[in-house]
Antibody, heavy 119, light 110 residues
Framework: EVQLVQSGAEVKKPGESLKISCKGS????????IGWVRQMPGKGLEWMGI????????KYSASFQGQVTISADKSINTAYLQWSSLKASDTAMYYC????????????WGQGTLVTVSS | QSALTQPASVSGSPGQSITISCTGT?????????VSWYQQHPGKAPKLMIY???DRPSGVSNRFSGSKSGNTASLTISGLQAEDEADYYC??????????FGGGTKLTVL
């Protein structure tokens, strides 16, 4: 069974750093892209970027380029989304999702990680 | 890359059919057949309902169908059921080698 299990909810202060994770199981983790999607409170889905664990290739939405870093460690079947300096506007639910190709749909999704940034 | 345009809300009675539109540009929907649709119930992760414009993943009811004409894609749900009440999002691949979502449509089953 394909599963993507994300790390737990986080509460951080502005300016702090954060790295959240997404662990895949039940399929060849290195052969599928993992994407990250933001959903701010009461708002829609926003595609942030993707990583190919096989060679760590990444692609970012222009809106998120330079704001976050997406990475993966294929040895432990885990993808990451990280911030170096959080802002209150980063408060959102973040989902990871699997894609067969960089162009393709997201067929399996993680359960989401809620990030709250507040002073 | 601007978000794709969806109506904010649609509604229908049980048993009826509804269609949700998703309008993009010649740089996304108009150029590629990589349009997908997602259903999201409150507090839940999105679920893939349609991919490659009109294909259904295994396990998704055949009451859900997709199509595309020019820069606009559509999701049709026939035989509306109470459990279909949810938010629906379209998504497309773009010429920037990224994906973009629509703003989302809230479906109310009356």
């Amino acid at each position: 069974e394909v599963q993507l299990v994300q790390s737990g909810a986080e509460v951080k202060k502005p300016g702090e750093s954060l790295k959240i994770s997404c662990k895949g199981s039940g399929y060849g983790f290195s052969s599928y892209w993992i994407g990250w999607v933001r959903q701010m409170p009461g708002k829609g889905l926003e595609w942030m970027g993707i990583v190919y664990p096989g060679d760590s290739q990444t692609k970012y939405s222009a809106s998120f380029q330079g704001q976050v870093t997406i990475s993966a460690d294929k040895s432990i079947n885990t993808a990451y989304l990280q911030w170096s300096s959080l802002k209150a506007s980063d408060t959102a639910m973040y989902y990871c999702a699997r894609q067969y190709r960089s162009a393709s749909e997201s067929d399996y999704w993680g359960q989401g990680t809620l990030v709250t940034v507040s002073s | 890359q601007s978000a794709l345009t969806q109506p904010a809300s649609v509604s229908g009675s049980p048993g009826q059919s509804i269609t949700i539109s998703c309008t993009g540009t010649s740089s996304d929907i108009g150029k590629y057949n990589y349009v997908s649709w997602y259903q999201q119930h409150p507090g839940k992760a999105p679920k893939l309902m349609i991919y490659d414009v009109s294909d259904r993943p295994s396990g998704v009811s055949n009451r859900f169908s997709g199509s595309k004409s020019g820069n606009t894609a559509s999701l049709t749900i026939s035989g509306l059921q109470a459990e279909d009440e949810a938010d629906y999002y379209c998504s497309s691949y773009t010429t920037l080698a990224t994906r973009v979502f629509g703003g989302g449509t809230k479906l109310t089953v009356l």
